[in-house]
């Protein structure tokens, strides 16, 4: 989502209207689900996307046509077999795209650079968008984001009782979903604070772990206390790299939340050991450490016999990822971060 929200704020900045396409429903089987979305902008280019093959390819479409129209529409979308036979996307399901023409106004520029803001700063909020719709005809839609009870952003057009409506809602998801309100809907979407791995090891593995978790939208932050491997040549795609005095002051000056990752992959037992020892202490929703079984089991002995629990042990993935055979760092990389999304993957659903 960094990736929308960053290219709307450069978009709106430099005076251009696009039409932001998001799927408001789905049933069956989809390539993406509700909340996905994608920018298409005046010469027709796209970035993100909404599953791609033909139902993107049709969102393109007419996304330009209603650039310079400046109106909005719903494209329902059939993904049944005897209607992408020709383009393989078979799928068998349906979806609803909301084609939402974006004009650079101030207050859509206030939403948007506020939506980054959030992001950046690791900070909840909820972005509501309102959708009139008389019959089959988007007549208005009304962008609000909510930072918290007090501000709301933007026009809240249906009164107080539905908004509170909405706040009970939000409470209860973690990834986007639509309410019918009178003669349209609301989509509510989660501003969340982007996941963070915490990649302690600048070694080979770590290289290709680093690179695979920015791709899927983890914000990454590498630990080694070797300069000449934790260095922006090493790892172009992280976030933050920190070059450490010594592992015992990993975690100095970091706070790690439930939404977060840790990752040890460190040279060697001590350090991993002292890793693991510390990364017990956060509230981490994920905790993974590299190495074999009777490594592992070394190591959790050693951190028993000084005060952790069976609890804390249990909270460990180790040996780290999904079980592939991996052998090569890049295969092991794979494995690492193969089970860093089915985590992140399952989560949401225990919440939605």
């Avoid at 986007?176 to 963070?196: K, N, S, Y």
């Amino acid at each position: 989502m960094n990736q929308i929200v960053s290219a709307a704020c450069e978009l709106i900045d430099r005076g251009e209207s696009f039409v932001l396409a998001t799927i408001v429903s789905r049933s069956g089987s989809t390539p993406r689900t509700a909340g996905s979305r994608m920018i298409v902008t005046a010469d027709g280019s796209g970035i993100g996307t909404v599953g791609g093959g033909l139902l993107e390819a049709e969102v393109m479409s007419r996304a330009k046509t209603l650039i310079q129209t400046g109106q909005s529409t719903i494209l329902p979308f059939d993904l049944s077999y005897k209607n992408v036979d020709t383009m393989d996307m078979i799928c068998g399901g349906r979806a609803e795209v909301l084609l939402d023409c974006i004009r650079p106004t101030s207050a859509i520029l206030d939403i948007f650079h506020r939506w980054r803001g959030l992001l950046a700063e690791r900070k909840k909020g909820l972005l509501l968008t309102v959708v009139d719709v008389n019959d089959e005809t988007v007549e208005r839609i009304d962008h609000c984001l909510a930072v918290n009870e007090d501000e709301i952003l933007g026009h809240w057009p249906l009164g107080e009782a539905a908004l509170e409506k909405v706040r009970q809602e939000a409470a209860q998801i973690s990834s986007a979903i639509t309410l019918t309100i009178d003669e349209g809907f609301v989509l509510l979407e989660p501003v969340q604070p982007v996941c963070t791995l915490y990649l302690f090891g600048a070694g080979h593995v770590a290289l290709f772990t680093a690179a695979m978790a920015a791709m899927v939208g983890f914000r990454v932050s590498v630990a080694d206390d070797r300069e000449e491997f934790a260095n922006r040549q090493r790892f172009p795609d992280a976030h933050e790299i920190r070059a450490l005095e010594n592992f015992e002051r990993a975690f100095d000056g970091i706070g790690v939340g439930t939404q977060d990752y840790i990752v040890i992959l460190t040279r060697g037992h001590l350090h991993d050991k002292t890793v693991l020892a510390r990364a017990l202490r956060t509230e981490a929703g994920y905790i993974g450490m590299i190495g074999s079984r009777k490594k592992r089991d070394a190591i959790y002995g050693v951190l028993l016999k000084e005060g952790a629990t069976q609890a804390d042990i249990e909270r460990v993935h180790s040996p780290i990822g999904l079980a592939i055979d991996a052998e090569t760092p890049e295969e092991i990389a794979v494995s690492i971060v193969a089970e860093m999304i089915q985590h992140r993957a399952n989560k949401h659903k225990a919440v939605r």
